[in-house]
């Protein structure tokens, strides 16, 4: 089955930029009608959703976020990869990648275009700790 | 977006049955029927326990159900058993390729 991994520095200082890579296995990046997604959840609170990546490299993220946020993906590799620029300690979280199902209005055999819409996050990767501090 | 609402606990004895809010807003939960719920024990990730608002993913037991009535959902845990006692999230599209979660409930079984 699909399995996630993060990958990436524990720690980084304020005003740096957070780096992190998932690498996917059991299954191919390149499927069709799945998001590519970076969740993080800061200690004791709840979960939030960074944003995601299609497999033809087009993004979309969370608005509060979106000026410091870049995913990307490598298909050669089947990983994708989070940066987050001029960080603080408020971005000190829990990052989690995950595998998002999509609905979109057009699909051919191999790729779907249009707005899809998340629908669920599944499998997760384990989770790696990012701590911000000097 | 702001984050979907949900009590911040709950609780139920062992056999009881429990339901979990999850209001959201008509541009969210109310628009759509991508409402998924999660469960999470500490120190692990979260494990999608419902989708669709209403489906359950292979593996998750009968005893989870999922539900939606205008702006809000609901999770239900019906036969509570000591294994479910966790923190529950809920998740919705929000529309413009954005997705917001709910800030979690911990179930706890009494």
């Known amino acids: 089955q699909v399995q996630l991994q993060e990958s990436g520095p524990g720690l980084v200082k304020p005003s740096q930029t957070l780096s992190l890579t998932c690498t996917v296995s059991?299954?191919?990046?390149?499927?069709?009608?799945?998001?590519w997604s970076w969740i993080r959840q800061p200690a004791g609170k709840g979960l939030e959703w960074i944003g995601h990546i299609y497999t033809s490299g087009s993004t979309n993220y969370n608005p509060s976020l979106k000026s410091r946020v870049t995913i990307s993906v490598d298909t050669s590799k089947n990983q994708f990869s989070l940066k987050l620029s001029s960080v603080t300690a408020a971005d000190t979280a829990v990052y989690y990648c995950a595998r998002a199902g999509a609905a979109f209005p057009y699909c051919s055999s191999t790729t779907c275009w249009g707005e899809g819409k998340n629908k669920w996050f599944d499998p997760w990767g384990q989770g790696t700790l990012v701590t911000v501090s000097s | 977006q702001s984050a979907l609402t949900q009590p911040p606990s709950a609780s139920g004895s062992p056999g009881q049955s429990v339901t979990i809010s999850c209001t959201g807003t008509s541009s969210d939960v109310g628009s759509y029927n991508y409402v998924s719920w999660y469960q999470q024990y500490p120190g692990k990730a979260p494990k999608l326990m419902i989708y669709?608002?209403?489906k359950r993913p292979s593996g998750v037991p009968d005893r989870f159900s999922g539900s939606k009535s205008g702006n809000t959902a609901s999770l239900t845990v019906s036969g509570l058993q000591a294994e479910d006692e966790a923190h529950y999230y809920c998740?919705?599209?929000?529309?413009?390729?954005?997705?917001?979660f709910g800030g979690g409930t911990k179930l706890t079984v009494l």
């Open positions: 059991g299954g191919s990046i390149s499927s069709a009608t799945y998001y």
């Open positions: 998740s919705s599209y929000a529309g413009s390729n954005n997705v917001v």
């Open positions: 669709d608002v209403s």
